[in-house]
């Protein structure tokens, strides 16, 4: 339960199966939306979109059915949750030590708590830390690659060009 992004029951209303292309993968997601009514975690909206794999080779659920209430445990961020076979997600019908264990729950957040962009200010720092300069470069690493992402490369690249150097300074000598 600690790993999970959210916890919650609703019905599926809506099973969307991947886009059909020449090769599928085992892993290609399908998504599920589910009409939500009780949660145990998580800020979960009435409608929740879910994705899974589209086979159990690749861990993914492959029974959902329309119309039919399900207890989901989901991780990964709010607006792209996931579940999995490993997950505990089950059909609410099957799920009673489940229920029991989660407890009470709670309501999921309605469409009007939801705010809307454009309706809110933009944030302004007011804190005292120094602010970049927007002429400055910043040292932040693009999301998503590791630290030495860009040595790797460069690494190589110097590699080649040092075999070559010592390839056509060889042929020179003899």
Do not use: H
Not at 37 to 47: M, N, T
Not at 104 to 114: A, C, D
Not at 138 to 166: D, N
Request: glycine fraction near 6%; charge should be negative; charged fraction near 25%.
């Amino acid at each position: 339960m600690n790993n999970k992004t959210a916890i919650f029951s609703g019905k599926a209303i809506k099973v969307t199966p991947p886009e059909q292309k020449e090769i599928m993968s085992s892993a290609d997601p399908v998504s599920v939306t589910f009409e939500v009514d009780k949660v145990w975690k998580g800020e979960v909206k009435q409608k929740t979109v879910v994705r899974t794999a589209l086979s159990s080779a690749s861990c993914g659920i492959e029974d959902f059915a329309v119309n039919t209430e399900y207890v989901v445990y989901a991780y990964g961020v709010m607006d792209q949750l996931e579940t999995n076979i490993c997950d505990r997600t089950k059909p609410l019908a099957s799920a009673g030590e489940d229920i029991a264990e989660l407890g009470k729950g709670y309501e999921p957040v309605t469409i009007s708590e939801v705010a809307d962009p454009k309706d809110s200010a933009p944030a302004i720092n007011t804190s005292p830390e120094k602010k970049q300069n927007p002429v400055e470069k910043s040292t932040e690493m693009p999301a998503g690659k590791p630290a030495g992402y860009y040595w790797i490369p460069l690494g190589g690249l110097v590699l080649i060009l040092g075999f070559a150097f010592m390839v056509f300074s060889f042929r020179r000598k003899s």
